[in-house]
């Protein structure tokens, strides 16, 4: 093959090239040697506002640090103190049925504000001064590699969370257009010159063979996917695509492990309101059918949902009716008999900030990582993380 021409048309492989070799065990190893339990990761990008999500509605605090931007109406109050914005409406049920818990003031220590510095301690699950270049999820499929599992994102892009130091996940935002690429005849030539001897010369054998194993995963993933085609209405937004198709690779029974979405744009210093109500309307639709769905076929006991944001917003609110960034947030986990479901802690005083007027942190982040590798994942939290942390109650 024209190593020229494999250059030129190796942009059809750009959403198969973080496919790892493991993926290729999935066509012979018996699924029940796996277990069924799956994390699925929602991350709300931007930095959501937390005081407008989970509404201190008693608190005058509150009402005086934001004259415009608190939230006066339509509060679902859910205790004497705390409620939740409107269009979480949709998540109700899972919260009187025991299956949502809310973990109030999460952060870690020396706050960064900075949205991507932020987001790859969250995503590395580093202190705040520590730079790693493999994230907390790649790690755990580095332990834990020498067993067939899986770990997709729905993106066209891998997040630094699911990289690890050997293996890494897949990152595509269609399974059917991953596998259509996949069949392109550029990809029988790779395979039938794989063997050429320039490959070593170049140093381009291990990207060949990155790509032919890509080819076999992809296979795999639609033929073992189209048969479980999800029946389930889902709102039209980008998560709610996102999360119908990990619905229908969970129902479908495939060996995944771990799930990555997204939803952006909470990044909220101006004209607040509308656009974060907006926003939280997306998500908490989403997941309600996702629920839904997973319900109707039998494997929400098997599925965790962890939601997070990279950090909260400042209490007091900005002069264009916004929030800055800020620091501690809330957390979101759904899943079935959750063993401390509702409000996990009190959201913390809103006397009592930070030196930049920010909610003060009382749950390490990490506490909730080292929980969900130990108590769900059966994982050694320890090793991924690095440290060792305690564990929480809410599983």
Do not use: C
């Not at 899972?94 to 999460?106: A, H, M, R, Y």
């Not at 944001?309 to 008999?337: L, P, Y």
């Amino acid at each position: 093959m024209d190593r020229r021409k494999f250059l030129k048309d190796s942009a059809l492989a750009s959403s198969l090239l973080f496919v790892p070799s493991f993926l290729k065990a999935f066509e012979s190893v018996d699924a029940t040697r796996l277990g069924y339990k799956r994390l699925v990761i929602v991350q709300l990008a931007g930095g959501n506002d937390g005081l407008n999500t989970i509404i201190p509605y008693n608190n005058d605090i509150y009402y005086n640090s934001r004259p415009r931007l608190a939230i006066t109406k339509d509060i679902i109050k859910m205790t004497d103190d705390l409620g939740f914005h409107s269009s979480l409406a949709p998540l109700r049920s899972l919260f009187d049925n025991g299956e949502l818990s809310i973990l109030n003031n999460v952060g870690y220590p020396n706050p960064v504000r900075s949205h991507f510095r932020s987001m790859d301690i969250w995503q590395t699950a580093s202190d705040s001064n520590q730079y790693l270049q493999s994230g907390w999820l790649g790690r755990y499929m580095d332990m834990y590699g020498n067993k067939p599992y899986n770990a997709i994102e729905m993106d066209e892009q891998l997040s630094l969370a699911m990289k690890g130091e050997h293996f890494n996940g897949i990152a595509t935002n269609d399974y059917k257009v991953l596998y259509r690429t996949a069949k392109d005849p550029f990809f029988e030539s790779v395979h039938n010159h794989y063997n050429d001897a320039h490959l070593n010369e170049h140093n381009l054998g291990y990207l060949y063979q990155t790509m032919i194993e890509a080819k076999s995963s992809a296979k795999y993933i639609y033929e073992n996917t189209k048969v479980k085609l999800s029946q389930q209405d889902y709102p039209k937004n980008a998560l709610a695509k996102q999360l119908k198709n990990v619905a229908q690779f969970i129902n479908s029974n495939i060996d995944t492990k771990v799930f990555y979405t997204s939803l952006g744009g909470f990044d909220t210093h101006a004209n607040q309101q509308d656009k974060q109500a907006r926003l939280l309307s997306q998500y908490a639709e989403s997941i309600s059918s996702f629920v839904k769905d997973l319900k109707q076929n039998g494997t929400f006991k098997d599925s965790l949902i962890l939601t997070f944001s990279e950090f909260g917003r400042r209490v007091k609110q900005n002069a264009a009716n916004g929030t800055d960034h800020g620091a501690a947030n809330n957390v979101f986990v759904i899943g079935k008999n959750l063993k401390q479901a509702g409000f996990y802690n009190n959201l913390a005083s809103l006397k009592d900030l930070d030196s930049n007027g920010d909610l003060k942190y009382e749950i390490d982040f990490r506490t909730v990582y080292a929980t969900i590798l130990s108590k769900w994942l059966n994982a050694n939290d320890e090793v991924v993380l690095n440290q060792n942390f305690k564990k929480l109650s809410f599983i």
